[in-house]
């Protein structure tokens, strides 16, 4: 069993940035964020391998978000930058044992309680 938990979430004008943080109790294959507003499903964000740190993004936030981990801290962050308000919703952290690089929810195992991020316009 993983434990993942997430931090850094609030409320941010459009434009401004945030630091997300996801503390986990071990090292897994693959740790990503997917996020999920209000009436839509829980869509991926990003993720890292936490052997070769190979990173993954979805097209809309490519060039404004980073992922990035510390292996002694085995800790994983999402730094957002030019927020908008479309960003706006309830950020997972999630881990994976699998040897497979997924983009979906159901691709990983264990699952933080979410972070709530919103970006007033």
């Known amino acids: 069993q993983v434990h993942v938990v997430e931090s850094g979430g609030g409320l941010v004008q459009a434009g401004g940035s945030l630091r997300l943080s996801c503390a986990a109790s071990a090292r897994t294959f693959i740790m990503g964020w997917f996020r999920q507003a209000p009436g839509k499903e829980r869509e991926f964000v990003a993720a890292?391998?936490?052997?070769?740190?190979?990173?993954y993004y979805t097209d809309s936030v490519k060039g404004r978000f980073t992922i990035s981990r510390d292996n002694a801290k085995i800790t994983m962050y999402l730094q957002m930058n030019s927020l908008k308000p479309e960003d706006t919703a309830v950020y997972y952290c999630?881990?994976?044992?699998?040897?497979?690089?997924?983009?979906?929810?159901?691709?990983?195992?264990?699952w933080g309680q979410g972070t709530q991020v919103t970006v007033s316009s």
């Open positions: 890292i391998t936490w052997s070769g740190g190979n990173t």
């Open positions: 999630a881990a994976s044992y699998s040897r497979i690089v997924v983009t979906t929810a159901p691709g990983y195992e264990y």
